[in-house]
């Protein structure tokens, strides 16, 4: 049966959209604009209670039973699990998966994203300080991502929604004002990853 993606043109709601494609799972977009602030209307927030995109509804769920989970972490591992794709059942391998999405969710999200706030501030004093904090910290966790591509071809060794869930952010380095040459293993990573037919499919599905 078909999933429900409730979503948005952001780097949340594409980690979504190219895990599916990925999965080649079936589902269908609900356009949630959260410019017109339809995160916050009740039936949104029946599945996504801190009103945030994104958030899915699997009519077959477990046990057949349909089931609503919210924040793209948690999206990303109920898919993994419910498909066997993209987390290995060996402990040991999952390991860098869930350490690898947890750095991303912790760090390479929020600080990107606060780098996206302060360059929106039309007052310059305002933006001055905010842009010199998180750009810094930005460019300091591309570096982190640098470093270990530098070892494996994907942040865990193999493809997984780890790769997933930084691409979502590592799409919008432009924004960030970081020039992906300055990090030539993300770069060679990244060229790969966009290459993907599926990932590209997922880029395209209409969110906004």
């Known amino acids: 049966m078909t999933i429900e993606l409730w979503a948005f043109d952001t780097p949340n709601g594409r980690k979504i959209s190219i895990a599916l494609e990925e999965m080649e799972l079936p589902y269908t977009v609900k356009v949630v604009d959260i410019r017109a602030g339809e995160q916050h209307a009740p039936e949104f927030l029946r599945i996504s209670p801190n009103n945030r995109i994104p958030a899915i ?3 077959s769920g477990p046990n057949g039973q349909p ?12 898919l993994a699990q419910k498909t066997g794709r993209f987390l290995p059942s060996d402990l040991r391998m999952q390991v860098p998966v869930l350490e690898w999405l947890m750095w991303q969710m912790g760090g390479f999200g929020p600080m990107p994203g606060q780098v996206h706030h302060f360059l929106s501030l039309s007052d310059q004093t305002d933006q001055r300080y905010g842009l010199a904090r998180y750009s810094a910290e930005t460019r ?25 869930a930084i691409l979502g952010w590592a799409w919008r380095h432009e924004r960030h004002k970081v020039d992906l040459a300055d990090f030539p293993n993300v770069r060679r990573w990244y060229d790969a990853m966009m290459a993907r037919p599926a990932i590209q499919r997922g880029f395209a599905v209409p969110l906004s």
């Not at 089931?67 to 109920?78: C, D, H, R, T, W």
């Not at 530098?150 to 865990?156: K, L, P, S």
Request: aromatic share 16%.
């Open 57 to 59: 509804v699997d009519p």
């Open 67 to 78: 089931i609503s989970v919210f924040e793209s972490g948690a999206i990303l591992l109920y």
């Open 140 to 164: 300091r966790l591309y570096g982190v991502a640098d470093r270990r591509l530098a070892e494996v071809e994907y942040f865990a060794g193999e493809l997984s929604i780890a790769d997933f």
